[in-house]
C-alpha cells in the first residue's frame, strides 16, 4: 500500500502521511509548534453560533428584514 504525500498545513511542504512522523500532519516540530501558537495568539477562531438561549434572554436585537420595504412615512 501507497503512503499518501500531503502538503503540511503550515509550510505546504510535500510529505508522506506516514505514522513513522509524530507530528503529523505537520512535516515537523517547527511547522506545529508555528500552529499552536497561531492558535494561542487567536489568530485562528472557531465562529461562535448563537445558541437558543441566545434568543430567550432577550440579548439579541431583532434585526429589521432587509428585504422588506420601508414604509412610507406622512408629513
Given at each position: 500500500m501507497t503512503k499518501p504525500k500531503i502538503k503540511c498545513p503550515t509550510c505546504e511542504k510535500e510529505h508522506l502521511y506516514d505514522s513513522s512522523n509524530q507530528f503529523r500532519p505537520f512535516c515537523s516540530e517547527r511547522c506545529k509548534m508555528i500552529d499552536l501558537g497561531a492558535w494561542a495568539s487567536e489568530e485562528?477562531?472557531?465562529p461562535e453560533s448563537k445558541s437558543v438561549s441566545?434568543?430567550?434572554?432577550g440579548e439579541l436585537?431583532?434585526?429589521?428584514?432587509?428585504d422588506s420595504p420601508t414604509p412610507p412615512t406622512m408629513h
Open positions: 485562528y477562531a472557531i441566545d434568543f430567550s434572554s436585537e431583532e434585526q429589521p428584514e432587509m
